[in-house]
């Protein structure tokens, strides 16, 4: 039996937007300590700024990492065409900072204290969901914003 979980996905404001795993936030199983989804589920915020400023340290990290490698013939334009920052990493450094932050409620993915090949695949359906309605997310805000 295979178990449909969808994230939540809700407009907020202008250019703001709100993810609940609240299919996900039932009580974990695997765990007695876990407080995960008991109280509230996880909801995290996302403004249009959040990517454009996680797009901005991807590429900020590529510029630097480039410039490193570069000879010293290198024009600023070359080097700036070798930059290639995909979605996949803007949505990355979100989850990092947004959802990885929340330790507690994200327990049942901690392959510490859990079965890692449980967790692994737990963790991926987590960002499956994720990335789908990041890139809802993404378009909405390229619209508004200057996301290339």
Known sequence: ???KLSLIYRI???NEFEITFEEYCVPCKFQRRCRYGKSSPLTI???CKDLLRAYEKERYEQM???QKQADIEDTYEQIESRIKVNTRQIF???WKKK???HKE???CLNSHKLDSMLTSQRGAIWWGE???IMKKIYQDCRKQTSLT
Do not use: F, P, T
Request: net charge negative.
């Open 105 to 107: 409620e994200i327990l």
């Open 12 to 14: 907020s404001g202008l």
């Open 64 to 66: 630097r990492e480039a």
């Open 92 to 94: 990355s450094n979100i």
């Open 99 to 101: 959802i990885k932050e």
């Open 1 to 3: 039996m295979v178990n």
């Open 130 to 132: 994720y990335a789908k």
């Open 45 to 47: 915020s996302i403004d």
